[in-house]
């Protein structure tokens, strides 16, 4: 399902994606538990999809509590971390 809403991204076919990548995390998080690396993974590409979907401030919500967890679970040298604190200080920047 993670697959197939990637490609769904990828197409642009961003309700699609979001919808998808809303199933896969919440079962994520039930199956994995919400502070799972996957779980994370699946939490940022929500979070992406709602960027491009311009719904900025949900993204950015959703990318700070990623962020937050991240630090906590996978350290603040890990790539993901660096990753999504670059994407969180590009999004929270931009229009300023």
């Known amino acids: ?7 769904y991204k990828e197409q642009g076919r961003w309700k699609e994606a979001e919808e998808l ?4 995390m919440e079962m994520r998080e039930r199956v994995l ?3 799972h690396p996957y779980t994370l993974s ?3 590409n929500l979070a ?5 979907q311009g719904r900025r401030a ?3 919500n959703l990318l700070q509590n990623c962020e ?4 906590k679970i996978l350290g603040i ?3 993901d971390t660096l990753m999504t604190s670059t994407a969180l200080i590009s999004w929270q920047t931009e229009r300023l």
Do not use: C, G, W
């Not at 399902?1 to 490609?7: E, K, P």
């Not at 992406?48 to 491009?52: G, N, Q, R, S, V």
């Open 68 to 71: 937050r967890l991240q630090m």
């Open 33 to 35: 538990d919400v502070e």
């Open 48 to 52: 992406f999809t709602l960027k491009e």
């Open 58 to 60: 949900e993204a950015i």
């Open 1 to 7: 399902m993670n697959y197939l809403a990637s490609i």
């Open 77 to 79: 040298r890990h790539p």
């Open 21 to 24: 990548f809303v199933q896969v």
């Open 42 to 44: 699946s939490m940022a």
